[in-house]
């Protein structure tokens, strides 16, 4: 009635009585150790982090690098005759605005519309 080889009868008396795991586990811990290994010496391959001289500066001034500081105007749109009208080609792309040297004055900074609050800042939002 036993229809298993002496094989299929050795291989479970060795997984019954633990051998296998440990064997199992030894397989996974020297594959892990391989990888640690490995990522050693793929990380000695790679260049060194640059030493403090060799890192990038600030530039002397206090602006940022590629920081602009600059007053913008609104450009004046082009008339035309009422016959012909103007091709979005036929203006400029910055915008509408150009640069200024001058700062703007205090009641074009100031907005004159309602003040309508932001959000949470408990006020009606109406301008009452």
Do not use: C
Not at 33 to 62: C, N, S, Y
């Amino acid at each position: 009635m036993n229809t298993l080889s002496a094989a299929e009868i050795l291989a479970a008396g060795v997984w019954q009585s633990g051998l296998g795991q440990v064997l199992g586990g030894l397989v996974i811990v020297a594959v892990l150790i391989g990888a640690v290994w490995l990522g050693f010496r793929v990380r000695d391959r790679e260049p060194a982090p640059p030493k403090p001289d060799e890192q990038p500066q600030r530039p002397d001034t206090d602006a940022l690098p590629g920081e602009t500081s600059e007053y913008r105007r609104a450009e004046e749109m082009p008339r035309t005759d009422g016959e012909h009208r103007l091709m979005p080609y036929q203006l400029k792309g910055s915008g509408g605005t150009e640069s200024s040297p001058d700062p703007p004055s205090e009641e074009k900074r100031k907005w004159g519309g309602i003040s309508s609050g932001g959000f949470g800042s408990g006020g009606t939002g109406h301008g009452d």
